[in-house]
């Protein structure tokens, strides 16, 4: 989204609403009220402050890593938690946290941005890669799969990449720049899926916290046209260009269509993330029981965690295993995956879902 398209200019020489001693230089996305640039930053950041506070996001003394991708919202959270830290004396310990999925011309380039936020916001860098992780580059997997299910791979790939680069940096929390749009649209995206052990958590502004390390969603009620405007009003350094790699279909098209309810009615983002809230889940719906992989570990409700599954298709050159369901020249794999009980089979899903 481009900061241009998001700027909406209230008519001259109208006052700002909040102060009423500025000119008005924006419309605000969230409640369409006309204000100053003073007036913006303040109520952006306060608000920010007040999700943080009201949900106890933080301890003082805690070490906090920011997951940072060089976009808008990493970028933005990044800068606001550290002024929110210095401000409001919070006593975090804050550090960025990226991820080398190994995509050339992409990834290469935004890491560019996250090293140059290093030095600007004076925020500790760790940097994990997918090549020394798991062993392979992105680059390498579409070679072997093409474009077809390539963002499972990378998300599943991630979550993991994060908690273990989490781990490195000894962490107490992890924070991620979701925002209340990516959280709609996760609503949305579980409900036409029937996947209810994701909607029951996926709008958690905290989740993780019988794991590792909890993961906190400091942006859960921030607009993504707010953030927009925010990194573009005061000159932030982020990288807006996509994933050469992003299949941009399904999420893709629930994001355009809260993007239609948002222009007839600006609410509707936060109603949806209410609704999620409010779900229910029936005492009879099964849901998925927690424990480790056999193999290296991690978190997982299956015998063999997802990454596992995955990178075992990679090594064996059956990369299609644990891909939805296989057929033909796969079928054996199916059988030894069914064998190996639990390795359950992954949809596949676009760059963020796969975060929550
Ligand atoms: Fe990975 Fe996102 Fe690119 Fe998909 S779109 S390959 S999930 S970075």
């Not at 860098?125 to 474009?147: A, F, H, P, Q």
């Not at 991690?298 to 295993?321: D, F, H, M, T």
Request: proline content about 3%; aromatic content about 8%; hydrophobic content about 35%.
């Amino acid at each position: 989204m481009e900061a241009e398209e998001v700027v909406a200019k209230p008519p001259k020489g109208r006052f700002c609403t909040i102060c009423n001693q500025r000119r008005a230089a924006l419309k605000r996305p969230k409640t369409l009220e006309q204000i100053c640039r003073e007036c913006f930053y303040a109520v952006f950041e306060e608000e920010i402050h007040g999700v943080i506070v009201d949900n106890q996001l933080f301890k003082p003394g805690e070490r906090v890593a920011i997951g940072a991708s060089g976009g808008k919202d990493s970028t933005v959270l990044a800068y606001v938690l550290s002024e929110l830290n210095r401000r409001h004396n919070y006593g975090l310990d804050l550090f960025l946290l990226s991820v080398d999925e190994g995509i050339t011309g992409y990834r290469d380039d935004s890491l560019e941005t996250v090293k140059r936020n290093e030095i600007q916001y004076g925020l500790p860098l760790k940097v994990v890669s997918y090549k020394d992780l798991y062993g392979w580059t992105m680059d390498e997997i579409v070679k072997l799969i093409g474009l077809k299910n390539n963002c499972t791979f990378c998300g599943v790939f991630r979550r993991q990449a994060l908690d273990r680069g989490a781990t490195l940096l000894k962490v107490d929390k992890l924070v991620t720049g979701h925002n209340a749009d990516d959280i709609a649209e996760t609503v949305l995206l579980n409900i036409l899926r029937g996947d209810i052990a994701r909607l029951s958590r996926c709008t958690s502004i905290t989740t993780g916290e019988d794991g590792p390390i909890p993961r906190c969603k400091p942006f859960k009620y921030t607009y993504e046209k707010e953030i927009v405007m925010y990194a573009y009003f005061k000159r932030l350094d982020y990288f807006s260009t996509e994933c050469i790699y992003s299949p941009n279909a399904y999420r893709g098209f629930a994001r355009e269509f809260i993007k239609d309810l948002e222009r007839i009615r600006p609410r509707a983002i936060l109603d949806i993330i209410k609704s999620g809230e409010d779900f229910r889940i029936s005492t009879s719906t099964k849901m998925p029981e927690q424990g480790n992989c056999e193999r290296c570990g991690y978190i997982s409700s299956q015998k063999w965690c997802k990454a596992c599954v995955l990178l075992e298709g990679l090594n064996r050159g059956l990369p299609k295993l644990g891909i939805g369901r296989s057929r033909g020249a796969n079928n054996e794999l199916s059988k030894n995956a069914k064998e190996a009980k639990g390795i359950d089979s992954i949809q596949s899903k676009q760059c963020g879902t796969l975060d929550f």
